[in-house]
């Protein structure tokens, strides 16, 4: 894991992904590319170790059903945390928060707010689907 932080930390990646020989990292802001990565190679997913930048319930939900098998973030919310541990994944990080905050600085981002009152992996995956198919619609 030690490998990962500072490839996130050097390369200013968002995220690495680590499973087997193959490591790959990944730029883009949100869950973009953890949320295409499920959908398109649910198998590197499968057993693979994480180092993020930030992580909300969000992210922890497609990190559970993607069967990761350890996480570290800079940052984590205190729902991903537990969430992801009720799972089973080893989770370490630099700080919790509460909640992760939109990129405006303005208040909660919208998938942690969308999924602050649901309890499990699926049930938060189906609703951030949505929104996030909606998003792309829109662009």
């Keep these: 894991m ?3 932080i500072e490839q ?3 390369g ?3 995220c690495v992904i680590a499973n087997g020989n193959q490591v790959r990292t990944f730029t883009r802001r949100g869950v973009a590319d953890l949320y295409d990565l499920l959908k398109q190679e649910p198998e590197f997913l499968q057993g693979a170790s994480i180092a993020d930048k930030v992580i909300g319930k969000a992210a922890a939900s497609i990190l559970i059903i993607g069967q990761v098998k350890e996480v570290y973030a800079h940052i984590i919310s205190q729902p991903a945390f537990q ?12 700080e919790t928060v509460h909640h992760i905050i939109n990129r405006d600085h303005t208040g909660w981002c919208p998938l942690e707010q969308a999924s ?3 309890h499990t992996a699926q049930e938060i995956y189906t609703t951030i689907s949505h929104i996030v198919e909606g998003w792309r619609e829109q662009a």
């Design 116 to 118: 602050h009152d649901l």
């Design 83 to 94: 969430l992801m541990q009720e799972a089973g994944i080893q989770v370490t990080c630099d």
């Design 2 to 4: 030690k490998e990962l």
């Design 12 to 14: 200013n990646y968002s």
């Design 8 to 10: 996130l930390n050097q």
